[in-house]
Nanobody, 125 residues
Framework: QVQLVESGGGLVQAGGSLRLSCAAS????????MAWFLQAPGKEREFIAGISWSGGSTDYADSVKGRFTVSRDNAKNTVYLQMNGLKPEDTAVYYC??????????????????WGQGTQVTVSS
Protein backbone atom coordinates (compact mmCIF):
# COMPACT_ATOMS: atom_id res chain seq x y z
CA GLN A 1 0.00 0.00 0.00
CA VAL A 2 1.29 3.45 -0.88
CA GLN A 3 0.08 6.75 0.53
CA LEU A 4 0.30 9.87 -1.62
CA VAL A 5 0.36 13.47 -0.44
CA GLU A 6 0.27 16.40 -2.84
CA SER A 7 1.62 19.85 -2.06
CA GLY A 8 2.56 23.04 -3.82
CA GLY A 9 -0.84 24.31 -4.84
CA GLY A 10 -1.95 27.88 -4.32
CA LEU A 11 -3.06 31.10 -5.93
CA VAL A 12 -1.11 32.43 -8.89
CA GLN A 13 -1.70 35.03 -11.59
CA ALA A 14 -2.21 34.06 -15.20
CA GLY A 15 1.11 33.42 -16.87
CA GLY A 16 2.72 32.37 -13.62
CA SER A 17 4.20 29.05 -12.54
CA LEU A 18 3.76 26.50 -9.79
CA ARG A 19 5.42 23.20 -9.02
CA LEU A 20 3.33 20.50 -7.47
CA SER A 21 4.89 17.64 -5.54
CA CYS A 22 3.49 14.23 -4.76
CA ALA A 23 5.32 12.49 -1.94
CA ALA A 24 4.82 8.81 -1.37
CA SER A 25 5.16 6.76 1.77
CA UNK A 26 4.61 3.14 2.54
CA UNK A 27 6.25 1.75 -0.56
CA UNK A 28 8.87 2.79 -3.09
CA UNK A 29 7.44 4.65 -6.04
CA UNK A 30 9.93 3.14 -8.44
CA UNK A 31 7.53 0.32 -9.37
CA UNK A 32 4.51 2.55 -9.90
CA UNK A 33 3.34 4.35 -13.00
CA MET A 34 2.36 7.82 -11.84
CA ALA A 35 -0.08 10.36 -13.19
CA TRP A 36 -1.60 13.73 -12.49
CA PHE A 37 -5.29 14.47 -12.88
CA LEU A 38 -7.30 17.60 -12.34
CA GLN A 39 -10.91 18.24 -11.44
CA ALA A 40 -12.37 21.64 -12.17
CA PRO A 41 -15.55 22.79 -10.43
CA GLY A 42 -18.58 21.00 -11.84
CA LYS A 43 -16.52 18.84 -14.17
CA GLU A 44 -15.24 15.30 -14.33
CA ARG A 45 -11.73 14.44 -13.21
CA GLU A 46 -9.41 14.32 -16.19
CA PHE A 47 -5.92 13.10 -16.99
CA ILE A 48 -3.28 15.73 -17.64
CA ALA A 49 0.12 14.01 -17.37
CA GLY A 50 1.70 10.64 -16.70
CA ILE A 51 5.16 9.18 -16.30
CA SER A 52 6.57 5.68 -16.50
CA TRP A 53 8.53 3.83 -13.82
CA SER A 54 11.89 5.12 -14.94
CA GLY A 55 10.71 8.49 -16.12
CA GLY A 56 11.72 7.60 -19.66
CA SER A 57 8.19 7.87 -21.01
CA THR A 58 5.72 10.66 -20.45
CA ASP A 59 2.27 11.52 -21.74
CA TYR A 60 0.39 14.80 -21.68
CA ALA A 61 -3.11 15.94 -22.41
CA ASP A 62 -3.27 18.38 -25.30
CA SER A 63 -4.50 21.10 -22.95
CA VAL A 64 -1.19 21.17 -21.05
CA LYS A 65 1.33 19.98 -23.61
CA GLY A 66 4.21 22.41 -23.88
CA ARG A 67 3.31 24.14 -20.60
CA PHE A 68 3.44 21.38 -17.98
CA THR A 69 6.25 18.92 -17.29
CA VAL A 70 5.96 15.77 -15.21
CA SER A 71 9.06 14.29 -13.60
CA ARG A 72 9.99 11.93 -10.83
CA ASP A 73 12.80 11.38 -8.38
CA ASN A 74 12.56 7.77 -7.26
CA ALA A 75 15.34 8.28 -4.73
CA LYS A 76 13.14 10.86 -3.01
CA ASN A 77 9.95 8.88 -3.64
CA THR A 78 8.43 11.98 -5.18
CA VAL A 79 6.74 12.95 -8.42
CA TYR A 80 6.53 16.54 -9.64
CA LEU A 81 4.37 18.58 -11.96
CA GLN A 82 5.99 21.80 -13.15
CA MET A 83 3.29 24.11 -14.44
CA ASN A 84 4.25 27.13 -16.51
CA GLY A 85 2.15 29.59 -18.43
CA LEU A 86 -0.82 28.99 -16.17
CA LYS A 87 -4.24 30.02 -17.41
CA PRO A 88 -7.47 30.70 -15.49
CA GLU A 89 -8.91 27.54 -17.02
CA ASP A 90 -6.21 25.53 -15.22
CA THR A 91 -7.98 26.31 -11.95
CA ALA A 92 -8.83 22.97 -10.36
CA VAL A 93 -7.98 20.49 -7.66
CA TYR A 94 -4.94 18.52 -8.77
CA TYR A 95 -4.48 14.89 -7.79
CA CYS A 96 -1.60 12.50 -8.16
CA UNK A 97 -2.30 8.84 -8.72
CA UNK A 98 -0.31 5.62 -8.76
CA UNK A 99 -0.66 2.43 -10.76
CA UNK A 100 1.17 -0.73 -9.76
CA UNK A 101 1.95 -4.10 -11.31
CA UNK A 102 2.21 -2.72 -14.81
CA UNK A 103 4.56 -0.61 -16.82
CA UNK A 104 1.81 0.66 -19.11
CA UNK A 105 1.12 4.37 -18.95
CA UNK A 106 -2.59 5.02 -19.45
CA UNK A 107 -4.99 7.93 -19.11
CA UNK A 108 -7.95 6.08 -17.60
CA UNK A 109 -8.47 7.07 -13.99
CA UNK A 110 -10.02 3.74 -13.05
CA UNK A 111 -6.65 2.12 -13.82
CA UNK A 112 -5.03 3.96 -10.92
CA UNK A 113 -5.57 2.37 -7.54
CA UNK A 114 -3.93 4.93 -5.29
CA TRP A 115 -4.78 8.61 -5.01
CA GLY A 116 -3.70 11.61 -3.01
CA GLN A 117 -6.11 13.98 -1.34
CA GLY A 118 -5.60 16.73 -3.91
CA THR A 119 -4.20 20.23 -3.85
CA GLN A 120 -6.03 23.34 -5.02
CA VAL A 121 -4.59 25.46 -7.81
CA THR A 122 -6.28 28.78 -8.52
CA VAL A 123 -5.20 30.96 -11.43
CA SER A 124 -6.46 34.53 -11.44
CA SER A 125 -6.86 36.56 -14.61
Amino acid sequence: QVQLVESGGGLVQAGGSLRLSCAASGRLLSTYVMAWFLQAPGKEREFIAGISWSGGSTDYADSVKGRFTVSRDNAKNTVYLQMNGLKPEDTAVYYCAARRYTSVLVRTQSAYGYWGQGTQVTVSS
